[in-house]
């Protein structure tokens, strides 16, 4: 149910690792051997209290919050902090030095401490989930989840984005294992402690309502609000409309409300439409058939670069974020349209828009890792892309090993 980027964010990809360390006895050029072992998953998080996080699952299922320092070449100080199983872990989302995750069928949020352990988790302060739902669940119908799913800190007082969904109590579109129901989409709170309906921007609420959802703060302090519109509840892969609003700090009511003319299916990874990214304003960056663009709802997209799909130039966007300029990170072929030749990830910086972006790193990204004899270990999914303020950081999972074994890899990019 829950969906989210990765300010964020987030790419999610189902890859394999362990939390016991293991020195790499010939690491690839630019990558360090984090962690060996057998596992089968690892979700980025975000950067908070000075450490990137992710979640680590093991081949039991079972979840670990783990925690790193980005140093020069690599990750250190990793801390981890067992979860048991917990299936929504990896939908959860950090804002503030705090982590947002569904428990049941409300939200919790727990603190990421300096010391790379996750503190104990309590109910969101001032109830913005019940707030949301008691003052615009339909008429005549009954509540069925809203869920805090995207949140900024600003002025000292974080607002919520709430996704609703309701069930009729009777009448035409009820709630069925097929779908039905209504959504909602609600900003929660105000100094007041009142909630903001912005239902009326969703394109038709029968559908998915606001999926992707992301909220953003530019360097002017102002608030933006993003998501994908129009897919429908049991495609999560189907079409859908970008939209991007500036929201009034003190209201909670949408300033301006907008969307490009493009409509895809998916974005960076393929995990989601977009990555927001704010520098003077927060802006929507996605990839097309034609290119990667950004978009600030300020006249026509920019374009970052340009793809061939044919030549197989210009790169898959991965990840974007913001500050004084706008980087992007990008994953190509080394040889174009033979991806046995291997892929390389490179990052870029460029204005505020993204224009005239310049190379800032680049790292290959291995082909395979021995794996003793006639083994190795081959890369399960692309790198899972984590940006601090300072540094992109990948994650690269290899498995195929010997009796199930996997190796999980660490790259800095800095700059």
Same mark, same amino acid.
Not at 157 to 178: D, E, F, K, L, M
Not at 241 to 265: C, E, N, Y
């Given at each position: ?8 964010a ?13 020195v ?18 690892? !979700?980025?998080?975000g ?6 996080? *992710?979640?680590?699952?093991? @081949?039991s299922? %079972? ?34 030095? /705090?982590?947002?995750?569904?428990? /049941? ?60 969904? @309701?069930?009729?109590?009777?009448? @035409? ?6 779908? /039905? ?10 100094a ?34 993003? &998501? ?13 409309? #970008? ?7 003190? =209201? ?11 409509? *895809?299916?998916?974005?960076?990874? +393929?995990?989601g439409? !977009? ?12 990839? =097309?058939? @034609?290119?990667?663009?950004s &978009? ?11 793809? %061939?799909r #044919?030549?197989? =130039? ?16 990008? &994953? ?12 390389? #990830? ?7 828009? +993204? ?12 082909? %395979?890792?021995p ?5 190795? !270990? ?22 195929? +090993?010997? +009796? ?8 800095v990019?800095?700059?």
């Amino acid at each position: 149910m829950r969906g989210r980027f990765l300010g964020a964010a987030a790419i999610l990809v189902a890859v394999g690792v362990v939390a016991s360390i293991a020195v790499a006895a010939a690491p690839p050029r630019g990558w360090q051997l984090l962690a060996a072992g057998k596992a089968q998953g690892v !979700f980025p998080l975000g950067y908070a209290s000075g450490r990137v996080w *992710f979640v680590i699952e093991d @081949s039991s299922g %079972n979840d670990s919050i783990t925690s790193a320092h980005v140093g020069g070449s690599g990750l250190s100080s990793v801390v981890s902090t067992p979860m048991g199983q917990s299936p929504a872990l990896p939908s959860s989302f950090v804002v503030g030095s /705090g982590l947002v995750s569904l428990q /049941g069928r409300s939200s919790v949020v727990a603190s990421l401490l300096a010391s790379g352990k996750l503190g104990a988790s309590a109910p969101l302060p001032g109830d913005p989930e019940g707030t949301a739902r008691d003052a615009f669940t339909p008429p005549n119908t009954s509540p069925d989840a809203w869920y805090a799913a995207a949140a900024v800190t600003v002025g000292g007082r974080t607002i919520w984005a709430v996704n609703g969904h @309701s069930c009729p109590r009777s009448g @035409s579109n009820q709630c069925t294992s097929n779908g /039905g129901g209504y959504s909602s989409l609600v900003l929660c709170c105000t100094a007041a402690g009142e909630a903001s309906d912005l239902t009326a921007l969703l394109a038709n609420r029968t559908k998915a309502g606001a999926t992707d959802l992301a909220m953003g703060v530019d360097s002017h302090r102002r608030v933006w609000l993003a &998501w994908l519109d129009g897919r429908q509840a049991h495609r999560p892969l189907g079409p859908g409309s #970008l939209k991007l609003a500036q929201i009034d700090r003190g =209201t909670l009511k949408a300033k301006s409300a907008t969307l490009p003319a493009s409509v *895809f299916p998916s974005g960076p990874g +393929g995990s989601g439409a !977009f990555v927001l990214a704010c520098t003077d304003a927060c802006r929507l960056v996605y990839e =097309t058939v @034609s290119g990667v663009y950004s &978009w600030g709802g300020d006249g026509a997209p920019t374009q970052i670069w340009a793809r %061939n799909r #044919l030549k197989d =130039t210009g790169g898959h966007l991965i990840d974007a974020s913001g500050g004084g300029s706008l980087r992007v990170a990008s &994953w190509s072929d080394k040889s174009a349209n033979v991806p046995d030749d291997g892929q390389f #990830l490179t990052t870029f910086r460029g204005d505020p828009r +993204g224009r005239h972006p310049r190379v800032v790193s680049r790292v290959d990204i291995p082909r %395979n890792l021995p794996a003793g004899g006639a083994h190795y !270990f081959y890369p399960y999914s692309l790198p899972v892309p984590i940006y601090t303020p300072t540094a992109l950081v990948a994650l690269a999972l290899y498995s195929g +090993g010997p +009796g199930g074994s996997s190796r999980l890899l660490d790259a800095v990019l800095h700059g």
